[in-house]
């Protein structure tokens, strides 16, 4: 079981910064892809930054140039880096990662982090 901790989230102005941080307690070397989702009150989980075991990156259309995802695989930590925040980017976020256990996929989600941006 791998366990996935989230922090770094908070109560920001809008215009201000986080950095949202992913630990999880196995290697990242098994590792098929991460990322970040938010829910917002009322609204569906959505995928907001991804990568993948090779580096492939996406983001979504609201976070493009201002969201930055990356991952520290000597610390088996993924972050998000979100600048310029909007009132709208106000959601609790989850880190989500997708490992490859033998010939399956086994997908692990943290317990999320409250982001909230003031206007």
């Known amino acids: 079981q791998v366990q996935l901790v989230e922090s770094g989230g908070g109560l920001v102005q809008a215009g201000g910064s986080l950095r949202l941080s992913c630990a999880a307690s196995a290697s990242f070397s098994s590792i098929n892809s991460m990322g970040w989702y938010r829910q917002a009150p009322g609204k569906q989980r959505e995928l907001v930054a991804g990568?993948?075991?090779?580096?492939?990156?996406n983001y979504a259309d609201s976070v493009k140039g201002r969201f930055t995802i990356s991952r520290d695989n000597a610390k088996n930590t993924m972050y998000l880096q979100m600048n310029s925040l909007k009132p709208e980017d106000t959601a609790v976020y989850y880190c989500n990662a997708v490992y490859i256990v033998l010939i399956t996929h086994k997908v692990y989600w943290g317990q999320g982090t409250q982001v909230t941006v003031s206007s």
């Open positions: 990568i993948t075991s090779d580096g492939r990156i």
